[in-house]
């Protein structure tokens, strides 16, 4: 290829890019003109309102029937009767569940979270991260975690023949080049900041709120990922030499303070899936953002292996931390 032809191809990539990040940060801005009467927050409130005003009509009407047999004639409407006076029992059941439908444990939508909360929200949620453990001893969410670890540890076994196939093929250049490193941090940031913006411009709080829902998430899944990262210090694929087998890649990169140097797991799947997940999860009643937003998260996860930066059991461990701390830390109230 001559450099004419080089630098072509370069400016095409270059233009492809920024046509995906605005992209991402067009379809972030449509859902900030998304109602907020749209949510789930404001249906419980219409449909506690329609509870309370069950019973009985103020023009409605009752008929008293004479006890004794001989005169069952039917006499004229008598005034309209209170609604203890009707039927006490069936009142009271439904004040008790208009009552807990008033007092039910705040949602995600009305989670309380500002910059100013932001901090200590994320310290929360750590704690309920790091004291998992306690939730397994106690026998719980054995399932899912056991189906994490098999598939995680099945991955890792098949990593090294995985690897093989990627470092001989060429199919994925492109795709590569387009989302490389640092085009999908850039991507991950735009999504949340094109959210949060249009919601302020729009006066859309719903909006604003999954942003800085989404960059809670992304804060909770970087913490528990880097720690992994200075424990596993897993050697990245392309630090591998080439007669290498890729076995063994395990507690042998040297990383920095932050885990920067390993592979396992991997920060941009985490990150990814934690801000998809609360994007799609927040506006899950517009059937197109939960596909959009999960593919996006899988596409550039994905596109973390063929530049050989990742195994594919570091990118499947990192969309799970992602997805799990920002299902079940953040948005623990849906």
């Known amino acids: 290829m001559t450099p004419r032809n080089l630098r072509s191809h370069r400016i ?89 439908a008033r007092t039910r444990k705040p949602s995600t939508e009305e989670r309380d979270v500002s910059w100013k909360k932001l901090p200590g929200n994320i310290l929360h949620d750590q704690k309920d991260i790091w004291l998992f453990p306690t939730q397994l001893a106690r026998g719980h969410h054995w399932v899912p975690t056991l189906a994490v670890v098999g598939v995680t540890a099945g991955l890792i076994a098949a990593d090294p023949s995985d690897m093989r196939y990627f470092r001989r093929t060429t199919d994925f250049r492109d795709f590569s080049r387009v989302l490389g490193g640092r085009n999908t941090g850039i991507i991950e940031a735009a999504v949340p900041g094109a959210l949060y913006v249009g919601g302020l411009l729009l006066h859309n709080s719903y909006a604003s709120k999954t942003a800085l829902l989404a960059g809670e998430a992304y804060a909770d899944s970087a913490i528990p990922h880097m720690a992994i990262k200075l424990v596993s210090r897993r050697l990245r694929p392309i630090n591998v030499a080439e007669k290498h087998d890729l076995s063994g890649t395990f507690f042998q990169s040297h990383v920095s303070v932050f885990g920067k140097g390993s592979s396992f797991p991997s920060g941009h799947a985490a990150g990814a899936f934690s801000i998809a997940t609360v994007i799609a999860r927040r ?52």
């Open 12 to 100: 095409c990539h270059v233009g492809l890019f920024y046509r995906v990040s605005l992209l991402s940060s067009l379809l972030a801005s449509a859902l900030a003109f998304g109602p907020v009467g749209g949510s789930l927050h404001a249906q419980e409130v219409a449909q506690a309102l329609r509870e309370r005003e069950l019973g009985v009509l103020p023009t409605q009407l009752t008929y008293k029937i004479n006890a004794p047999l001989e005169s069952s004639t039917l006499l004229a409407p008598g005034p309209a009767t209170t609604r203890q006076e009707q039927n006490p029992q069936r009142v009271q059941e439904q004040d008790s569940y208009s009552t807990t």
């Open 283 to 334: 506006y899950r009643d517009h059937r197109w953002v939960p596909w959009v937003a999960y593919t996006a998260a899988l596409a550039v996860s994905f596109s973390r292996v063929p530049t050989l930066s990742h195994f594919p059991s570091d990118v499947f461990l990192g969309a799970a931390l992602g997805y799990t701390t920002a299902r079940y830390a953040v948005l623990r109230g849906e």
